[in-house]
């Protein structure tokens, strides 16, 4: 094709190989050929705005337009500036974007921007949870979906990106971050990589795509038991959800002051606070303790997670089982780990948007945006915190951290900040 007929372009936009001299090396073309008033744009997904511009006469003209793939049909575009870029011009873009139909963003140029950033736990926690036997991928995929709202679990989404692509966005946003360990790959998906078992375009990742091949269901627990009652001791936050679903049952409901407990038969059942059951049980002198793990909708979610510690009685785990059963949840269990699934996943999106936020990175109602409408998650990481409470979070990830002695899981400043100042993320 002649470049030479961009000419009389005002807005020309680059989505060559991501490699930065490549860039470079077509932005200073096309500075040769487009006049000073032409607005160049990269659709890099990982590369430095600034780095690209750094070396042309007029590098304040240089911006990010980054789109998500496929792009006629994903909303999102990330307006993202250097350190050089005219804030006029980003604002150009982001309006022409939005004439466009688009949901523009504005983001500076830090490495993963928005998306790749703060998406990284998403991918992140799944792994750990499958290296450490927490539970198999059906079973923490479904969970995802059907308690987390996400429209797909961190496996299948992986199969469905390539783990080729989706690993050296990690280690890219690794790499760029000296070597943060909230970032850190995964040596379970290194090793599908290095057997080139790349998801569906191999035919083989987390699951097989070979003609005829059965999908493994998720583990569930069954339990024989009915019950017809049960206690709630004080307030259950976020879980109150189930109140109503019980009610529904006719399971008759006796409430009493307390500290936010779910009883049935000898079973004592908790909402997760990132303490193991066998922590808590020992903290708090509960016996037969029960953790529930995060729901997006305690009203609408088909499935939940469960973990317990060893030497709960059967009779009560087979009572606390019934209880959810009967409240119409399918219920999969957990070995006993910190934060179980959801909530674990939930608080350090959070965490990381928090940092982003702290950081300057984008707005608050951007970070939210952008983690709809670019990965379609059913809520922005910071309004999901607000809505289960940043004392809850913190003390989540307070918790994760103690258990694992590892920086990965440190709460951000801004969450420490806005917890106790009794605030919000969008206030």
Known sequence: ENIQALADCALVIEAIVENLQAKRDLFRLLESICSEQCILAS???????????????????????????????????????????????????????????????????????????????????????????????????????????????????????????????TCSVFEAYYGDTRFLPSLIQKELVDAARLGRKSGQGFYSYAVGAERPQAATLISEQRVTACVVEGDLGIAAGLIARLHEQQIEIIQRDGRGLLRVGDAVLALSDGRMACQRARDEGLR???????????????????????????????????????????????????????????????????????????????????????????????????????????????????????????????LRRRAAEGRTFHD
């Not at 703060?118 to 979906?145: I, K, N």
């Not at 003390?395 to 400043?413: F, K, V």
């Open 43 to 169: 659709n890099t997904s990982s590369l430095s705005i600034t780095s690209i511009a750094a070396q042309l006469n007029h590098p304040q003209r240089v911006l990010g337009l980054h789109f998500f793939n496929p792009a006629p049909v994903m909303a999102l575009v990330e307006i993202v500036s250097g350190l050089a870029s005219d804030p006029a011009l980003a604002e150009c873009l982001y309006h022409t974007a939005r004439a466009w139909g688009k949901k523009p963003v504005h983001t500076r140029s830090t490495p993963g921007f928005i998306v790749n950033r703060v998406a990284r736990p998403f991918y992140a926690e799944s792994l750990r949870l499958l290296q450490e036997g927490c539970a198999d991928c059906p079973t923490l995929d479904a969970l995802m979906r059907d308690a987390g709202g996400f429209a797909m679990g961190a496996f299948e989404l992986t199969d469905l990106i390539g783990h080729d692509v989706n690993y050296a966005v």
């Open 288 to 414: 037969n303790l029960i953790l529930l793990d995060l729901a997006c909708d305690y009203g609408t979610a088909s499935r939940l997670a469960i973990s317990y510690a060893a030497g709960i009685e059967p009779l009560a785990l087979a009572q606390g089982v019934a209880l959810l059963q009967q409240a119409g949840l399918q219920v999969s269990q957990l070995s006993d780990s910190p934060a179980l699934a959801v909530l674990r996943t939930v608080a350090m999106l959070a965490n990381e948007a928090a940092d982003a936020l702290l950081q300057g990175v984008a707005s608050a109602a951007d970070i939210d945006l952008a983690m709809r409408a670019g990965v379609n998650y059913p809520l922005g990481p910071l309004a999901w915190a607000d809505a289960i409470g940043l004392g809850h979070i913190l003390a989540t990830l307070e918790n994760l951290h103690a258990s694992y002695g590892e920086e990965r899981y440190r709460p951000s400043l801004l």
